[in-house]
């Protein structure tokens, strides 16, 4: 019988509050209530311990975003603003106090692996993060989860060598931009072509920056691209990327909108392709960090599919073999 | 749209006088192709390129003795003898589309930019004219992408799909009509936004044909 290693998953109902105005906005509370609701009742659920994010302080996150751009995020949200910076990025009063909670779940996580609590975290947020530079919101993202947990886990813990790995369709321009030129990050993205599709960044010949260069991998694929593209890229392409950073944690910026069904990016991938996405994943674990790794939510906008995707990847990270 | 605002300023540039070794020595350590002459009220007098010094200078097939010789001549030859004297220029009120259709007939790789009264402005390449346009279709502009629809007939094609995207409040920075060699008329729009999703549902509901990006 299939067995599964157990995956602490971190949320909380206030992620709900962050309201982006209405059912018109693809970034919807709903995407998270489908997936806890999904993983309660699937194959999975014996195998969870929920926990509860702690959330992020001011100066964790001013190690990736600049003081004025905080002053800002907090004016917009508490004067009651209807977006910051882009119509896109929509905001109410409770977002500014949402964001350090989501941008702490990584950090809770953090702390479960170093204390050998757990392994494998899941940390299930909203508002999602990768978009996120250090002075600019962008893509429904306010601050940069993945971003700051990353330093937090080389401030707080003395971890060097930290590998980020982004499956979301969408390039990963934020957390790109904050470790553009830093060899000890490796940000490995792997998105639809920026021609294409939103941001606009991600060309395969941005590879980092002075010392940073060669710590960056960037793999665009062409719209309707489907598993077979992925799983060859992996293979091909990003675990030897991975094998010779050797990384010391894995860090995971997880979306899931380049599922086929997923109207907001043009890429085709089926449910199954997560969860051999997973086992990729936990197999450079295995090699590299005594299997441990944190994923953290960024997108995907179709709750059926995000959800039954999330319940894949999961699925295929903590399968006993 | 004008070259004065992606031309390169204050090129370096020679006097006539200068030899045509030192004027090597300046292209090579620069790394220029180009090199303007100007008088020294700064009037353009021609152009000096690696090209031109490259033929100036004594072939590998050549014996030695005819080398030597070529080499002492050209020890004490100024510029002024090789230079391009018959230029193509452009002007402070040149357009991009002006300077395209020089560099597409006239063979060179940069252009020099002169005031009314022939005074050196700047240097105008193919690689500037690429970045102007790239920067004028907004490549590489973050938080944007490409989207292209078919037009169909009509005058009105373009005031329609702009006045469309305005009142669902998408911004658009760009919209190019192109009548395709395949014989299709396309729009291609650059839009500000991460919503694909309301892209596509406005041009769904207003009967436009979404020819990329595709959602599958
Ligand atoms: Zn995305």
Known sequence: ?321 | MFVKNYMTTEPVSIRPDVLILDARKILQEKEFRHLPVTDASGVLQGMVTDRDIRSALPSSVASPEEREKIMARVKETPVSEIMSENLSTLGPDSTLDDALMLLLRSNVGAVPVIDNNGVLEGIFSIRDLMGAYGNLFGLGEKGSFLITVRAGDGPDVIARVAGLLADQGISVTRIVREEAPDGGVYLHLRVNTFNLRAVHSTFASAGFDVVSPLVV
């Open chain 1, 1 to 321: 019988m299939t067995s599964f290693h157990t995956i602490h998953l971190i949320t909380s109902p206030d992620y709900l509050l962050h309201d982006t105005g209405g059912p018109d906005h693809p970034e919807q509370p709903s995407r998270l209530t489908a997936i806890n609701k999904r993983l309660e009742n699937g194959p999975l659920s014996k195998n969870l311990i929920k926990v509860d994010p702690v959330p992020a302080t001011r100066e964790s996150i001013l190690l990736v975003h600049n003081e004025d751009y905080l002053l800002r995020f907090e004016d917009a949200c508490l004067s009651g603003r209807e977006y910051f910076g882009h119509t896109d990025n929509r905001i109410c009063y409770d977002t500014w106090q949402i964001a350090f909670l989501a941008a702490g779940a990584g950090m809770t996580g953090v702390d479960i692996i170093e204390s050998e609590e757990g392994r494998l975290v899941f940390a299930a947020v909203r508002p999602p993060g990768h978009h996120a530079e250090q002075g600019l919101p962008l893509g429904f993202c306010f601050f940069n989860n993945v971003a700051a947990t990353v330093r937090y886990w080389q401030n707080r813990y003395g971890r060097k060598r930290i590998l980020v790995f982004d499956f979301d369709a969408h390039h990963g321009n934020g957390i790109q931009e904050i470790f553009d030129e830093d060899p000890d990050v490796m940000y490995i993205s792997i998105h639809e072509h920026p021609t294409f599709s939103f941001p606009g960044t991600g060309w395969d010949y941005e590879a980092g920056i002075g010392a940073g260069e060669g710590f960056t991998l960037n793999v665009p694929l062409p719209p309707g691209a489907g598993d077979e593209l992925v799983i060859q890229a992996i293979s091909d392409q990003i675990t030897p990327a991975v094998n010779r950073f050797s990384p010391e944690c894995i860090v995971i910026a997880a979306g899931f909108d380049a599922h086929g069904q997923d109207d907001m990016s043009g890429l085709d991938w089926s449910t199954l392709v997560y969860g051999k996405i997973g086992t990729a994943v936990a197999n450079w674990a295995d090699r590299f960090t005594q299997g441990r790794v944190l994923s953290i939510l960024e997108g995907g906008y179709v709750p059926d599919a995000l959800s039954a995707s999330v319940e894949t990847y999961l699925g295929g990270l903590a399968i006993k073999v």
